[in-house]
């Protein structure tokens, strides 16, 4: 139930992203190489967060009574929106694509429009099917994985990230500075 909830907010946010967010970027005065700016700087924060992270996650209390199992549902389910749909799974970087997507989109012609926004929506659910896939084995992953595979996994991730986060604010630095 969770991961299908998950699934649909991610869903949620990155359609009404695209469909939004030329206007949003309107609204606000916002161009292009500045949601490309901000969204990288927050990617690359994402990614250095989690690249400098030693802590150790929480043990779970092996005492715990069927109670506590329930409280532990009900904890969770007020996180599944927020923190773990957006920012962790459908953060800044994700919406800075897709409202640079529906800007760029939104100049082209109607027949481009049409087929670039059903290019993208197709993308989003391909997306969501795989966040819904991989959430739903991620405790087999992580057992297949190791402790030490998980950290390496984790690790090379967080690059990344940083990397592609790093990428989309030079893009936006590149544009401003030529523009």
Not at 11 to 24: K, N, P, Q
Not at 96 to 120: D, E, G, K, P, R
């Amino acid at each position: 139930m969770a991961v299908k909830k998950i699934t649909l907010y991610a869903f949620f946010i990155c359609t009404v992203s695209l469909f939004a967010g030329r206007w949003i970027l309107g609204l606000f005065g916002l161009t292009i190489p500045v949601i490309q700016l901000a969204g990288g700087i927050m990617i690359c924060k994402m990614g250095w967060e989690f690249l400098s992270s030693d802590k150790k996650p929480d043990e779970p209390d092996a005492s715990g009574d069927e109670n506590d199992k329930t409280l532990n549902y009900e904890h969770i389910q007020d996180k599944l929106f927020y923190p773990i749909t957006f920012p962790v799974t459908t953060g800044a970087g994700t919406i800075s694509v897709l409202f640079t997507l529906s800007a760029h989109s939104a100049t082209t012609n109607t027949t481009t429009y049409f087929i670039n926004i059903t290019a993208i929506l197709l993308a989003i659910i391909i997306i969501c099917i795989l966040i819904y896939i991989f959430y739903l084995n991620t405790k087999n992953i992580i057992n297949y994985l190791g402790s030490n595979g998980e950290k390496i996994v984790n690790r090379i991730t967080a690059f990344l990230i940083f990397c592609v986060g790093l990428q989309i604010a030079i893009s936006g630095i590149t544009t401003l500075v030529k523009g």
